[in-house]
């Protein structure tokens, strides 16, 4: 069972929650969605082997409003499917598009590829498409996400109402964007707290860190009931940022979940961090692991080890501090 934040109280677990890497396409506004070959075979193959269970690679045919000489993981291309594909062992490989983009062959080819997952940006504007590409992706035997955007921008009846008319469509999830990054922790407990108890439908939630309530507006998401939970390494994402995929895993791995491979996303966070120039300093790794299994420098454990053993000898120590309290 999984302790939730600060005490005692017993929860259900963490393990049912689902992590979907989104680097490569929210980080691509960015860059314009040029990424350089070795930095998305890093995030792809990383996030695989790290245990993340979706990996989005990309848009298909383009964002809302595509610029000029936009790249590679702003198309999503057969050529750069067949080589994410490869990268791949156990995710799901994910793409995500816009209807108004996009044709019925693009659904076939994107099958034929090998995507595992499709997540429809829903058109404010043209709810019949949205619809028509709901039900075209579950003929083509895709999973489907359904993702709604500018969440804070809602009021709680229109979201009630477009979520009840896409939960008919029997999607696998439906995704809810903080895309503005304004949302508090209450604000998402209102949001989720409703939804998941009204529909039979699982919710995703995507969270931008512009008021730096990212890591606490994922938190109370899952804690009221989202299954999926969008991130990215090192936050790498449109404006501010995206949630830290390596933030959300030390948080899960300190409250029981250890599913994921925190020393690799550790590792390709910081290689984000630095390679695309999306901080100043790398990433106080052994400070995370500290956190991550309450112990202090009081504990003294040699700073000097690798970062796997390092991890390792902090587990243990951490567990030894929990066996002595009890």
Not at 8 to 30: E, F, P, S, W
Not at 48 to 72: L, S
Not at 310 to 320: I, L, R, S, T, W
Request: aromatic share 8%; hydrophobic share 40%.
């Amino acid at each position: 069972m999984t302790e939730w934040l600060g005490g005692n109280k017993q929860m259900a677990t963490m393990d049912d929650v689902k992590l979907i890497d989104v680097t490569l396409r929210d980080g691509g506004y960015k860059n314009n969605f040029h990424f350089p070959a070795e930095i998305v075979t890093q995030i792809v193959s990383n996030a695989d082997k790290a245990g993340i269970e979706y990996v989005e690679v990309g848009y298909r045919n383009g964002v809302w409003e595509t610029p000029p000489n936009i790249g590679p993981t702003g198309l999503c291309s057969k050529n750069y499917l067949a080589s994410c594909r490869n990268l791949i062992r156990s995710s799901k490989l994910t793409v995500m598009f816009h209807p108004k983009n996009l044709q019925k062959s693009d659904l076939d080819e994107m099958r034929a590829c090998e995507v595992d997952c499709v997540r429809i940006s829903f058109p404010v504007n043209d709810h019949k498409l949205g619809f028509d590409y709901i039900q075209l992706a579950k003929q083509c035997g895709f999973e489907v996400f359904v993702n709604l955007t500018h969440l804070s921008q809602k009021t709680l009846d229109e979201l009630d109402q477009l979520v009840g008319q896409i939960a008919l469509c029997k999607p696998n999830a439906i995704g809810l964007a903080d895309s503005n990054g304004y949302l508090t922790p209450d604000s998402v407990q209102s949001i989720f707290s409703y939804l998941t108890k009204k529909y039979k439908v699982d919710f995703c939630f995507h969270a931008h860190d512009n008021l730096f309530l990212a890591q606490a507006n994922a938190y109370t998401a899952i804690h009221h009931g989202a299954k999926y939970i969008d991130a990215t390494f090192s936050g790498l994402g449109k404006g501010v940022g995206n949630l830290r995929m390596e933030g959300i895993v030390a948080l899960m791995s300190s409250r029981g979940c250890m599913k994921y491979d925190l020393c690799t996303i550790l590792k390709i966070a910081d290689l984000i961090n630095i390679k695309m120039q999306n901080g100043t300093q790398p990433l106080p790794m052994k400070a995370i692991i500290m956190g991550i299994f309450n112990i202090s420098v009081r504990d003294h454990l040699d700073d000097n080890l690798p970062i796997e053993i390092y991890y390792e000898a902090a587990k243990q120590c951490g567990a030894k501090k929990i066996a002595s309290q009890n």
